[in-house]
């Protein structure tokens, strides 16, 4: 990506091109640093507890629901069972959606999915509530690095461009 990248501005791409690329690329390590922070905390937790890492959070949604412990609430609670599902697709869907945003980003099918993966950060809200969590600072930065990475880019309309 990064070569990508360079060779747009080196090539005198147009100005919302290069910036759109850089838009990309922050999102994307904003995500990424995201797994390092803590994301999310019980609500009633000390202020010196730390909370649940981002990367821990990931795979806890990832794997539960395929445990036996996920087996027993999708009998007990389906609500939250398929909550708990959809936030662990969250972050394949993220990278498999961006892949397709930067190979055809002006297809209809691009632009359902990023809506699509948008509208999944819904069931974190729900896990929270359910679970009694609040999320914290590497949950916001891991759902702004998504949103940026897959809503930037969008450049000029009909050919239009603006030179740097």
Same mark, same amino acid.
């Given at each position: 990506?990064?070569?990508? !990248?360079?060779?747009? &501005?080196?090539?005198?791409? *147009?100005?919302?091109?290069?910036?759109?690329?850089?838009?990309?690329?922050?999102?994307?390590?904003?995500? %990424?640093?995201? @797994? @390092?922070?803590?994301?999310?905390?019980?609500?009633?937790?000390?202020?010196?507890? %730390?909370?649940?890492?981002?990367?821990?959070?990931?795979?806890?949604?990832?794997?539960? *629901?395929?445990?036996?412990?996920?087996?027993?609430?999708?009998?007990?609670? #389906?609500?939250?069972?398929?909550?708990?599902?959809?936030?662990?697709?969250?972050? #394949?869907?993220?990278?498999?959606?961006?892949?397709?945003?930067?190979?055809? *980003?002006?297809?209809? !099918?691009?632009?359902? !999915?990023? &809506?699509? &993966?948008?509208?999944?950060?819904?069931?974190?809200?729900?896990?929270?509530?359910?679970?009694?969590?609040? *999320?914290?600072?590497?949950?916001?930065?891991?759902?702004?690095?998504?949103?940026?990475?897959?809503?930037? #880019?969008?450049? #000029?309309?009909?050919?239009?461009?603006?030179?740097?």
């Amino acid at each position: 990506m990064q070569l990508l !990248l360079l060779n747009a &501005v080196r090539k005198g791409a *147009p100005l919302t091109v290069r910036r759109n690329w850089i838009l990309v690329v922050l999102g994307f390590a904003v995500f %990424v640093t995201a @797994f @390092f922070l803590p994301a999310v905390k019980d609500v009633n937790a000390s202020a010196k507890d %730390v909370g649940v890492m981002g990367y821990k959070c990931a795979s806890l949604a990832l794997r539960i *629901p395929w445990g036996h412990e996920g087996q027993g609430m999708l009998h007990s609670s #389906p609500v939250q069972y398929f909550s708990i599902l959809i936030s662990g697709w969250i972050n #394949p869907a993220f990278v498999l959606v961006l892949i397709l945003v930067l190979v055809k *980003p002006g297809s209809g !099918l691009s632009w359902g !999915l990023r &809506v699509l &993966v948008a509208l999944m950060f819904i069931a974190c809200w729900v896990v929270f509530s359910q679970v009694h969590l609040k *999320p914290q600072m590497g949950y916001w930065l891991w759902m702004g690095g998504i949103l940026v990475a897959l809503f930037s #880019p969008w450049g #000029p309309r009909n050919g239009e461009t603006r030179s740097a």
